[in-house]
């Protein structure tokens, strides 16, 4: 199992950026998908998930209003739009999913992509 994350990029303060990552290989079934965050010098950080069945979602308060998770669950893809945009947020995003193969269960973690917010 793979997990491919893009989208990221430099974009002015207030601007946006959409992430995706998609999972391959061989995927029974996803049951969360969930956005990290690691800026330098800090913690790493968990910014959204959502759980695939029923759909609900949880946000980091600091992102809560700016920032929106989804899925395409025929298409094994999480995206996360990232809205009003602050310097703040400037760090890498990785992506994570709890995925299961066959009878097997485990936690699988994409390469990040950088997002970097300028004034």
């Known amino acids: 199992v793979q997990l491919q994350a893009s989208g990221g990029g430099t974009v002015q303060t207030g601007g946006s950026l959409r992430l995706s990552c998609v999972a391959s290989?061989?995927?029974?079934?996803?049951?969360?998908w969930a956005w990290y965050r690691q800026a330098p010098g800090k913690e790493q950080e968990l910014v959204a998930e959502?759980?695939?069945?029923?759909?609900?979602?949880n946000y980091a308060d600091s992102v809560k209003g700016r920032f929106t998770i989804s899925k395409d669950s025929a298409k094994k893809t999480v995206y996360l739009q990232m809205d009003s945009l602050k310097s703040e947020d400037t760090a890498v995003y990785l992506c994570n999913a709890d995925i299961r193969v066959h009878f097997t269960r485990e936690k699988y973690w994409g390469k990040g992509t950088q997002v970097t917010v300028s004034s």
């Open positions: 959502i759980i695939t069945r029923g759909g609900s979602t």
């Open positions: 290989g061989t995927i029974t079934g996803v049951y969360t």
